[in-house]
């Protein structure tokens, strides 16, 4: 899996819990996996708009706090592109696994 | 680096309203970095490459050449562009009709579906279903696809229909991708 497609992967999987806005789904990536994993903001945004272009989220803008941010939620396509998504992961790390034996 | 000059790098060639939001987006979110103690300077740095993020945005949005391109295919929609077509579609019969009655009629039902797909392209627009530049990318896709097949049925002459199917598949898909976030975008709605 290209990272990109990890990318599209983990903002897909912060979407299915609740609606966000980019700077709370960087943070969610980022808490999520312990520091691990950064979405870097200027790959974050193309990934977003690309997602929405393609139905898998939509956004509409809100009020957080007085101050105006584009929110992203998860749409049903996106919900099942997420679960493709997840199986193609769950493949690719049991092929892993498999290759380097259970010294892992 | 700033992140305005960042961000006039990402947003070259990318259509005005999309770039706006784009720059909102990256206004609001370093906004959110500073408030939660990050320098503009180490937020820039750590975006990467705005050539990469321009063309990131570039597959997503419709490029400034897109939009003007488009604005330039409303035109088919403006009612003064239906005698042209029955003159098309009058030429095209008569062509058949020398051929064979059979090609002649079923060009004929071709150029009255064509017709009333247009008529059906006015009501989405009006009724808001379908932006003025979807429907003009519709109309023009329509009109390339139509006349293709019109002169595959016509002549016998396949290689006009592949080359209609190409261009409707090709370009007219990859736009129309782009197209639907620009009616989105366009229409969205100010949630409170």
Known sequence: MKPQEQLRMLILAVLERQPEHGYAIAQAIKARSEGLLTAKEGTLYPVLHALEAEGHIASAETEVGGRVRREYRLTEKGTGALARLRGDWKKQISAVGAVLGSGV | ?192
């Open chain 2, 1 to 192: 680096m700033t992140l305005g000059i960042w961000l006039d790098q990402a947003t070259i060639n990318i259509e005005v309203r999309a770039a706006e939001r784009i720059r909102q987006e990256y206004a609001a979110h370093l906004e959110d970095a500073l408030g939660a103690g990050t320098s503009e300077q180490t937020f820039v740095t750590e975006l990467g490459s705005a050539a990469a993020a321009n063309a990131d945005f570039i597959r997503t949005y419709l490029t400034l050449g897109e939009v003007s391109l488009l604005d330039a295919h409303r035109g088919p929609l403006h009612p003064r562009w239906l005698w042209l077509y029955g003159l098309l579609s009058f030429c095209c019969v008569t062509l058949a009709l020398f051929i064979s009655p059979v090609r002649s009629l079923l060009v004929a039902a071709l150029m009255m579906a064509g017709l009333a797909f247009w008529f059906w392209l006015r009501a989405a627009r009006r009724s808001g279903r379908l932006s003025t530049r979807q429907a003009g990318q519709l109309c023009w896709d329509a009109a390339i696809g139509i006349s293709g097949l019109g002169l595959a049925l016509a002549f016998g002459q396949i290689s006009w229909l592949l080359f209609s199917f190409t261009v409707l598949t090709g370009i007219g898909v990859r736009r129309w991708r782009k197209l639907r976030l620009d009616h989105s975008t366009s229409d969205s709605g100010r949630a409170a």
